[in-house]
């Protein structure tokens, strides 16, 4: 796992193991990042692809003080709960760290990581079992894979923690597998016309990652292009080979992105053939998707989750509602025709730009679509003294601010939805939104919208006490 170049950290004397170190050891734990965990005199070791009940022999790849890391030597005891993998890659390369755990096993750890988490900060909640998937593979309608030269050719895959050197891989397990052969025809295109590929040492180069988005119901297809350079040489015969290659081809986009960040798409687009957006369906509304766009990765649960936290907000035809964290206007136009009126806020502009032409497709005119930072246009409806009966969140990772849970409370919804990707802030968050009177209504509900990963998202409600 470590290579030569990572530094080796001090070793202190607390630690009770030393590199290299071979040990036997049963596996007692799992973390939250699917790491196994064996103990020396309570003094914590990870393993990757080691299971809870399992007795490994490992070897001691790094040691830190309060913790180190080993890698499996060989496996003396085997889970009841083990599935054989596909390929080792899927948990080596971190596209789906619990492919070895069995699907019943995977949603019974993404609940108890939520009961866990809201323990720590000293809230005894009710969870129900997540709901899983029927068919826990081959779900996502996205990808954004990167590509390098080697080996003499455009290579795409994934990097190995830690190195520079991609690994090559076709098979993604949990993408769409449409998607996954129009990665690898894009690329072959690319190659067959001698695109160059952008190296991060000397600045050079055109074709940086390869995107794909392809609409479950529809099966309309995006394929972004992100390069360094505004344009490709050989460029309208690319064009022209790929839209031969992929019929269901909708949109083809030049995506610039120059910065040397790990932020993969730049804001600049140009469309190279079809429309700047395709369409997919959720729950009978259509939605046209941009290429910067959020839109959720997992359609099958997504019906499941938008259906579910409607119904937990318990919607009348009187109701103002709040759709903060909108993105193209998914949860808020698929609940307008339920609801008085619908307002949404979204940070991304041309996320805001597509929400409003979702109301239109869907023939919705009670909604209303507001591209603001979250927290600021909580704050400014509070000051212009609206009062909403519903409020839906659903903020990335990092989860919500006091400043907007201050605004919520000021605006005194009597429900307040709160859908999470992150237990971690979700729980953090509860602390302060009980604090502004509200009290958790029912129980959690946890719904696996990304099997085989460590993601676990969630609908909680709160209600305002009387
Ligand atoms: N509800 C939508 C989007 C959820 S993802 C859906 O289900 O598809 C979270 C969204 O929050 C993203 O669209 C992201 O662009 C947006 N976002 C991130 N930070 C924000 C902020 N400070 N204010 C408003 N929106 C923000």
């Not at 492919?99 to 909640?125: C, H, P, S």
């Not at 409370?409 to 859908?419: H, R």
């Not at 696996?448 to 709160?462: A, K, L």
């Amino acid at each position: 796992m470590t290579t030569n170049k990572i530094k080796a950290p001090r070793q202190t004397k607390k630690a009770p193991v030393v590199k290299n170190q071979e040990l036997i050891g049963e596996v007692v734990d799992i973390t939250f990042q699917g790491l196994g965990v064996i103990k020396v005199d309570n003094y914590p070791i990870f393993v990757a692809d080691a299971l809870p009940g399992e007795e490994i022999k490992i070897g001691v790849t790094r040691v830190l003080q309060n913790y180190a890391f080993g890698r499996t030597i060989e496996r003396l005891k085997t889970s009841p709960d083990r599935v054989d993998v596909a390929h080792g890659q899927l948990i080596t390369s971190g596209i789906a760290p619990l492919v070895n755990l069995k699907y019943d096993a995977q949603l019974e750890l993404k609940r108890n990581q939520i009961v866990q988490l809201f323990k720590k900060v000293g809230l005894d909640v009710d969870v129900d079992p997540t709901i899983g998937m029927e068919t826990p593979s081959k779900y996502r309608n996205k990808t954004v894979v990167p590509v390098k030269f080697q080996d003499g050719h455009l290579t795409t895959g994934f990097y190995r923690r830690g190195s520079h050197n991609l690994v090559p891989i076709d098979d993604y397990y949990l993408n769409d597998p449409k998607i996954d052969a129009a990665i690898g025809t894009v690329r072959d295109i690319l190659d067959a016309h001698g695109t160059t590929v952008w190296d991060d040492a000397t600045k050079k180069g055109e074709i940086r990652y390869i995107m794909v988005r392809r609409g479950y119901y529809s099966h309309e297809m995006m394929v972004g292009l992100i390069t360094a350079t505004r344009e490709l040489h050989d460029e309208a015969a690319i064009v022209a080979d790929i839209v031969a290659a992929l019929p269901e081809l909708k949109s083809l986009i030049l995506n610039y992105n120059p910065r040397q960040t790990n932020v993969l798409l730049g804001s600049e687009n140009r469309v190279l053939f079809g429309q700047s957006t395709i369409q997919d369906t959720i729950l009978a509304n259509k939605f046209n998707i941009g290429l910067n766009s959020f839109y959720q990765v997992n359609p099958q649960t997504t019906e499941v989750l938008y259906s579910l936290a409607a119904k937990k907000a318990g919607l009348k035809l009187t109701d103002t509602v709040i759709d903060a964290y909108s993105g193209i206007g998914t949860i808020g136009l698929t609940v307008a025709n339920q609801v008085k009126k619908v307002i949404g806020v979204e940070v991304v502009e041309p996320a805001v730009a597509d929400a409003k032409v979702n109301m239109a497709l869907n023939n919705v005119k009670n909604a209303e679509f507001i591209a603001n930072d979250a927290p600021a246009q909580m704050r400014e409806w509070q000051a212009e003294g609206l009062k909403p009966e519903v409020v839906f969140v659903d903020p990335p990772r990092k989860g919500l601010t006091p400043e907007l849970i201050e605004a919520v409370a000021g605006m005194a919804p009597e429900t307040f939805v709160y859908i999470s990707c992150n237990p971690a802030t979700l729980a953090r968050d509860a602390v302060q939104i009980l604090e502004q009177g509200f009290e958790i209504d029912g129980a959690i509900t946890p719904l696996d919208q990304f099997p085989q990963t460590t993601h676990v998202e969630s609908v909680t409600v709160f209600k305002r006490k009387a």
